[in-house]
């Protein structure tokens, strides 16, 4: 007869398995990716905070884009960078620990979705009724937005989890780099087809609402712009929203891939490279991606390098 270990409060973290030769190019990447995440989103909400230009309703909502992508990295990848140093029997996790890292991880792929969401209800104001966005748009319809977005990630982060912690544990290994709902009800000898209906029925809500929302609100702007003949209206509708649509593309088919994946174990490896770069790959792409895209960031910037210039010891 199998022995187990019930309800142990000191968890086993498999982590990645990389050749010994591999394991110091590898940190490298992930730290190195780490610390363009925290210089490039942090540099991206100091200069919307600062520069009273930027103090416009699409910038105050990406705003929210490097808030998840901080938490949602911070939460993954020093830990990862530390497990990587360490032999697989040192890879210890307490269980609470394990529980607020999947609470954090899945409230990073959940806020994604939702803050695009909002940001797709703004390029539809903002394109369809552009002589009311300012008064659609307000600083209090901002943080309605904002507020709705964390506040449904929230809920169903918490059914989500609290589902999986009532059940009892049986087993100690996470079979990934990082803790997740899937590698925790993993651990119990209880049924969990409860967990199972839920976990499938949050997936469908939040991508069905997701998707919904994109090809609605770019329906309409594609109305819009082909029974427009406002060059300048098409122009800005194609920059901001190729812009928004790319890095939504990104996020939900990675997400797809990753709870695909799930269900074949024999790609176990994969699962967990694609469940890392699923946090690195939008955290180092979306201030690139809108600050390259935005016009006032462009000039914010190009400003700064001229005031250097003028000024080379600063």
């Known amino acids: 007869m199998e022995n187990y270990t019930y ?30 995440i925290m210089l490039t989103n942090v540099g991206i909400m100091i200069l919307v905070f600062f520069d ?16 998840n992508d901080i938490l949602g990295n911070s939460m993954l990848v020093p830990r990862l960078l530390v ?14 620990e394990c529980v607020v890292q999947a609470f954090l991880s899945h409230m990073f792929g959940t806020t994604s979705h939702t803050v695009l969401m909002i940001m797709a209800f703004d390029r539809y104001v903002a394109i369809c009724n552009p002589l009311r966005y300012a008064t659609i748009m307000t600083n209090k319809m901002v943080i309605k937005l904002t507020v709705s977005a964390w506040g449904m990630a929230f809920v169903l982060v918490v059914i989500l989890l609290g589902l ?14 990082n803790c997740d709902n899937a590698s925790l009800f993993k651990l ?58 790319f890095v939504y593309l990104m996020m939900a088919l990675s997400g797809i891939l990753i709870i695909s994946m799930h269900r074949f174990p024999q790609y176990s490896d994969y699962r967990k490279l694609v469940s890392i770069l699923f946090h690195i790959v939008p955290g180092t792409l979306n201030p690139i991606i809108y600050g390259v895209q935005s016009k006032e960031i462009r000039k914010f910037l190009s400003r700064l390098f001229q005031f250097r210039k003028v000024f080379p010891s600063l």
């Open 52 to 67: 009273k230009n930027l103090h416009q309703p699409m910038y105050l909502l990406f705003c929210n884009l490097p808030v």
């Open 7 to 36: 309800n142990s409060l000191t968890l086993q973290l498999e982590g990645l398995k990389v050749t010994e030769d591999l394991v110091y190019p590898v940190f490298l990447f992930f730290f190195f990716s780490y610390l363009i």
């Open 164 to 177: 999986t912690v009532r059940l009892n544990r049986c087993r100690t290994l996470i079979t990934n780099p």
């Open 188 to 245: 119990s000898c209880d049924s969990v087809f409860i967990n199972n209906v839920y976990g499938l029925t949050f997936t469908v809500v939040l991508f069905t609402g997701s998707i919904g929302c994109m090809v609605l609100t770019y329906t309409k702007i594609t109305v819009v712009c082909l029974t427009s003949n406002n060059k300048s209206l098409n122009s800005k509708a194609l920059k901001t929203c190729s812009t928004h649509l």
């Open 83 to 96: 497990d990587m140093l360490l032999p697989p029997s040192e890879r210890l996790i307490s269980y609470y």
